[in-house]
Nanobody, 115 residues
């Protein structure tokens, strides 16, 4: 099994920055892709960014140019650097890992962007 623990959420003003971290433990050798999803109140959970084992990345159109996902394989940690935050980025952000044993989720961290 894989366990994921997020940190780094909080309250920030529009235009500000935050960095989220997600530390993986357990059967980390089996992890392939890691990513971040978010869910705003009353909305479906949506993909924000994903990074594959080889380092390739994909981003939601709404965050391209503002968010950067990165991964430290030695520390089994994935990061999401969020710049130029907007009120519409307000959501609970969830870390996700796809491994040989299936799909794994963190508990979520709240990001609130005030206007």
């Amino acid at each position: 099994q894989v366990q994921l623990v997020e940190s780094g959420g909080g309250l920030v003003q529009a235009g500000g920055s935050l960095r989220l971290s997600c530390a993986a433990s357990g059967s980390t050798f089996s992890i392939k892709n890691m990513g971040w999803y978010r869910q705003a109140p009353g909305k479906q959970r949506e993909l924000v960014a994903v990074i594959r084992w080889g380092g390739s990345t994909n981003y939601a159109d709404s965050v391209k140019g503002r968010f950067t996902i990165s991964r430290d394989n030695a520390k089994n940690t994935v990061y999401l650097q969020m710049n130029t935050l907007k009120p519409e980025d307000t959501a609970v952000y969830y870390c996700h890992a796809a491994s040989l044993s299936g799909s794994h989720w963190g508990q979520g961290t709240q990001v609130t962007v005030s206007s």
